[in-house]
């Protein structure tokens, strides 16, 4: 069972009262872009074994938005953060440099 | 089904004659919180919490959100109070009593019956006297508040209060199974 604090009520919300939203940090192409940002917008998502950033909403509870780091493959959770935020803050990415020293996911690392 | 007094473990009642009013604003505003506070005479809960003086409460749903619980008698003066103590703020209120039913769970056990229905931990450390949860109850969305160390309150949407109530009533008859112990069900 996968469970996320929520940052926004600061509770462990367990992966029913959630709900899922796809690949974190995805950068909007709109009118007036170019064909291919447009399609790498709509349709390109990552699929990782390991690290992953996803998106997530406190569907049962608050009904935020917010970002998970966690593992794919092992489903450990490196650390949730508010959505507000264009990268993962740095506390978050300490967390992952300690566990999975080297890693990098688009263009972070 | 009876009308006497809850006896036993769990006794299970519907509230009626409540208002409830939802305000969407900021609630780290320290305007916003003092203008509350100045009309409806209560302390502004806390993260996770609600407060109440038995009549009134308030609940703190998001950090964007309050939920303000009132008899319905005093709900026209409620919403102008806070209209008046809240002017030039950004804020939106509405008058939501008739989208939401309250059930009242009451007995030394009720963290037991609770636990059956709910994905969050309800013993004393996780689910403290005060705090407000919102959640899902089995299968629809739903709100818990912890009043008292033996009486808990749900809140659930109107159109489903009926499974709400049904399933309150089986998970507390499961609980007494093989125990000759009475339970009052009522539906005022």
Not at chain 1, 79 to 95: R, S
Not at chain 2, 14 to 34: D, H, Y
Not at chain 2, 101 to 115: D, H, P, Q, T, Y
Not at chain 2, 147 to 175: H, K, P
């Amino acid at each position: 069972m996968l469970v996320l604090n929520c940052p926004y009520c600061g509770l462990d919300k367990d992966e029913t009262e959630l709900s899922a939203g796809g690949e974190a940090h995805l950068k909007r192409f709109g009118p007036g872009s170019s064909d291919e940002d447009f399609e790498g917008y709509l349709f390109e998502r990552t699929n990782p074994k390991g690290l992953h950033f996803e998106r997530w909403r406190c569907a049962f509870g608050c009904g935020k938005w917010f970002h998970a780091a966690r593992c794919t493959a092992t489903l450990e959770v490196f650390g949730t953060y508010k959505a507000q935020t264009l990268e993962p803050p740095k506390v978050i990415k300490d967390v992952i440099t300690t566990k999975r020293p080297g890693w990098s996911w688009r263009n972070f690392s | 089904m009876s009308d006497s007094q809850p006896e036993g473990y769990v006794g299970l009642h519907q509230l009626r004659g409540l208002s409830m009013l939802t305000l969407r604003a900021n609630l780290s505003a320290t305007k916003i919180k003092s203008g509350i506070k100045k009309a409806t005479g209560l302390d502004f809960p806390k993260h996770g919490m609600h407060t109440s003086n038995g009549a009134k409460s308030l609940g703190w749903m998001s950090p964007d959100e309050l939920l303000i619980i009132v008899d319905s008698d005093e709900c026209v003066q409620t919403i102008e109070n806070l209209n008046k103590a809240l002017v030039g703020q950004h804020i939106l209120l509405e008058d939501m009593s008739d989208a939401r039913a309250m059930f009242r769970l009451s007995g030394k056990n009720i963290r037991e019956v609770l636990a059956k229905l709910v994905p969050f931990d309800t013993s004393h450390s996780g689910f403290a006297v005060g705090s407000l949860v919102r959640t899902r109850f089995a299968q629809v969305a739903g709100a818990a508040f912890m009043t008292s160390n033996d009486t808990v309150e749900l809140m659930c949407f109107r159109s489903v209060q009926d499974y709400v109530f049904g399933l309150l009533q089986e998970r507390i008859a499961t609980w007494f199974r093989g125990l000759s112990i009475a339970v009052s069900l009522k539906k005022n």
